[in-house]
């Protein structure tokens, strides 16, 4: 009985797509194109956000160490900014250390590995890698440390302030995603309005099997819900295929975003690979929610029960 | 079986469809609505199924005060009267027994049903052999025929035909009024709506006769007196 109501009602609604093809394919385009805006936008978030924290990432301040101090001063240096509540984490290269990385960093480079080898000593300061916990507190730190007691250990330090650049990338990215935001909106709105023109052609194409339910006493499901199933076929076909065009662009382009995160470990495609159950769940959530809203809303004005 | 008390319906303030009425329909009855065009027949027969709400008064069918029934409850009504109207016609892309079928599909009825009842209505209105047939390759009459079988899918307790002879010629007049006879004979209550003084005169049945949205008379064996 249940079974037997809900095949007559998917039955209903996949006529109502079928009836008026074209109308169906023109609104099932347009919600393509609102999901894919949403998407770029979702994209671009992603991509900015991920671009953001790389570079405060990379953020550091080096102390480097004269040969001349012996180690445990330094660990005691060490000790001492570890003690400090801004910090996160502070790192010890030995000098040792240091001309390692050095020669594993420059392994093909002839020159180099020549001029090592005729070394007698090791030129490389000791070096203290400092982390702050957040990027705020990086002149805090270096004003208490230059004021500190260790102050005359250190004999040089090297701190990049990026907050210029983290500035200005936020500022852009947030103005792209305004932009974005705002077509988004349009499209939505778009969408909303194709979708409830299809459902009130389709009501006014069934006019006369609508009056014949009416009258030979319909349950109200079997007048409404057919349009309600529409609309939902609408916004899957639509999820489904703005997925089938966004992950082949994504992947095309993921090569190059990729280029842009050097040294930092951001996949642009396996970061979508990774989430795509959410993504195609939200494209479904978001475009069934805009369908459903405008054919309620048409079948609410148009559809007399 | 039907009843309206003291029923107005005034659609705005010029144009009053029906004033006043009282009528007291009982089970079994054929009873004829005639008067002139515009003077609120199928406005009763639209109050009666719901269509339209009285603006005053009370309607009570079967026992059941529909004056203000709600919109979930109407299906129910709706399933109790079996509705002949003249502009309520076939879906022209589905055979007789598709748009037969078509009526209990919506109304949720199980295949089972279906399958039996159909046969059963075709047999009433003698269309048995033609169930496979588009609406355009039957004859108005026959078509008129298959709207009657559609609206005696439920078993209503009530027959409500609105000019169902509209446009047929004499010969299938005669047959269409000849199987609503049959239908009240097995007991159904007919409300007919018509123009027709032949058919009135010739029925020799209860006959309410309307001017203006008011009874003017209401006879037991009744002719068309307009
Ligand atoms: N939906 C409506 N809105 C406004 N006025 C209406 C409406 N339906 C009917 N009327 C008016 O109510 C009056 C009665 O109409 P009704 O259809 O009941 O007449 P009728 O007796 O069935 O006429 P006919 O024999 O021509 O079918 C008419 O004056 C008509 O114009
Ligand atoms: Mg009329």
């Given amino acids: 009985m249940f079974f037997i109501a809900l095949y007559r009602i998917f039955k209903f609604g996949f006529q109502n797509f079928w009836r008026n093809f074209w109308l169906s394919i023109v609104t099932v385009f347009i919600l393509v194109l609102t999901l894919f805006s949403i998407s770029v936008v979702y994209t671009l978030n992603v991509v900015a956000d991920n671009a953001i924290n790389a570079i405060k990432e990379k953020v550091d301040i080096d102390l480097f160490f004269d040969p001349t101090i012996p180690e445990d001063k330094i660990f005691a240096v060490q000790a001492y900014l570890e003690s400090q509540p801004d910090v996160k984490a502070v790192e010890y290269i030995s000098k040792e250390q240091a001309l390692e990385s050095f020669r594993a960093e420059h392994q093909d480079d002839p020159t180099i590995q020549e001029s090592l080898s005729e070394l007698t000593e090791n030129p490389l300061p000791a070096t203290l890698v400092v982390k702050a916990k957040a990027l705020e507190d990086y002149s805090n730190i270096v004003v208490n440390l230059d004021n500190s007691e260790y102050s005359h250990l250190i004999s040089s330090r090297n701190f990049e302030d990026n907050q210029v650049v983290i500035d200005r990338l936020s500022s852009i990215t947030d103005r792209i995603y305004q932009v974005g935001i705002g077509v988004s909106l349009i499209f939505i709105l778009v969408a909303i309005l194709v979708v409830f023109n299809a459902i009130r052609m389709n009501i006014y194409t069934q006019r006369e099997e609508l009056g014949i339910m009416r009258l030979v006493g319909a349950n109200n499901i079997f007048i409404r819900l057919p349009f309600i199933i529409e609309s939902i076929l609408y916004a899957l076909l639509a999820s489904i295929l703005t997925i089938l065009i966004l992950y082949p662009l994504l992947s095309a382009v993921s090569p190059y975003i990729n280029n842009l995160f050097e040294g930092y470990d951001f996949k642009m495609f396996s970061y979508f690979t990774a989430n795509f159950w959410n993504i195609l769940g939200l494209e479904i959530i978001i475009s069934v929610v805009i369908s459903v809203i405008s054919s309620m809303i048409a079948i609410g004005r148009y559809l007399r029960v | ?226």
Avoid: C
Avoid at chain 2, 23 to 44: A, D, W, Y
Avoid at chain 2, 48 to 56: C, H, L, M, V, Y
Avoid at chain 2, 165 to 187: P, S, Y
């Fill in chain 2, 1 to 226: 079986m039907i009843k309206l008390k003291n029923v107005s319906k005034i659609y705005s303030e010029d144009t009053v469809a029906v004033k006043n009425i009282n009528l007291h329909i009982r089970p079994g009855e054929f009873v004829s609505i005639v008067g002139q065009s515009g003077t609120g027949k199928t406005t009763i027969a639209r109050l009666i199924i719901a269509e339209e709400k009285p603006t005053k008064g009370k309607i009570i069918i079967g026992g059941w005060d529909i004056t203000d029934i709600k919109n979930s409850e109407v299906p129910v009504l709706r399933r109790q009267i079996g509705v002949v109207f003249q502009d309520f016609k076939l879906l022209p892309r589905k055979t007789v027994l598709e748009n037969i079928a078509f009526a209990l599909e919506v109304s949720g009825a199980p295949l089972k049903k279906i399958k039996t009842i159909i046969p059963q209505v075709l047999k009433v209105v003698g269309l048995e052999g033609k169930a496979d047939r588009f609406p355009r390759q039957l004859s108005g009459g026959e078509q008129q025929r298959v709207v009657i079988a559609r609206s005696l899918v439920h078993r209503p307790k009530i027959i409500l035909a609105d000019e169902p002879t509209g446009n047929l010629d004499a010969i299938n007049v005669r047959e269409i009024i000849d199987l609503l006879l049959k239908i009240n004979k097995f007991g159904t209550t007919v409300v007919l709506v018509t123009h027709n003084p032949g058919i009135v005169n010739g029925l020799k049945k209860r006959v309410i006769t309307l001017d203006q949205g008011v009874i003017i008379s209401d006879q037991k064996m009744g002719r068309y007196i307009l």
